[in-house]
C-alpha cells in the first residue's frame, strides 16, 4: 500500500515562506511523476506544479517564479518551497502520485496566508 505523508504546512503572513514536504512510503515514485495541488475553499482542486521521473518540472500560471517542486530519490521526498506567499494561495496541499495504474493522493495540509 502506497502512502504519502505531507508536512509543512501552517499560518504565514503575506510575502513568506513555506516548505511543503511529501514522504513516499515506496520508491516507486522515481519512476513516475510526482504533484502537488490545492484546493482552497470553494474551489476545485488544481494542480500547482509538478515533476516527472526526469525532473522536468510544470507549474501553475499563478505560481511560475515563486514556487519550486523537488524531489529527493534516495529519501523518497518530494518538497515544494513556497516563497512571496499570498493570501490567494491559501488552501489544503495535497501531494499526489500518478503511475500507469492507481493514483495516489496524500491526507493533505493546510496552508493559511494571512495578516
Known amino acids: 500500500q502506497v502512502q504519502l505523508v505531507e508536512s509543512g504546512g501552517g499560518l504565514v503572513q503575506p510575502g513568506g515562506s513555506l516548505r511543503l514536504s511529501c514522504a513516499a512510503s515506496t520508491s516507486i515514485f522515481r519512476r513516475n511523476s510526482m504533484g502537488w495541488y490545492r484546493r482552497a475553499p470553494g474551489k476545485q482542486r488544481e494542480l500547482v506544479a509538478e515533476?516527472?521521473?526526469?525532473?522536468?518540472?510544470n507549474y501553475a500560471d499563478s505560481v511560475k517564479g515563486r514556487f519550486t517542486i523537488s524531489k529527493d530519490n534516495a529519501n523518497n521526498m518530494v518538497y515544494l518551497q513556497m516563497n512571496s506567499l499570498k493570501p490567494e494561495d491559501t488552501a489544503v496541499y495535497f501531494c499526489?502520485?500518478?503511475?500507469?495504474?492507481?493514483?495516489?493522493w496524500g491526507q493533505g495540509t493546510q496552508v493559511t496566508v494571512s495578516s
Open positions: 515533476i516527472s521521473s526526469d525532473g522536468s518540472t
Open positions: 499526489n502520485l500518478r503511475t500507469s495504474g492507481p493514483v495516489y
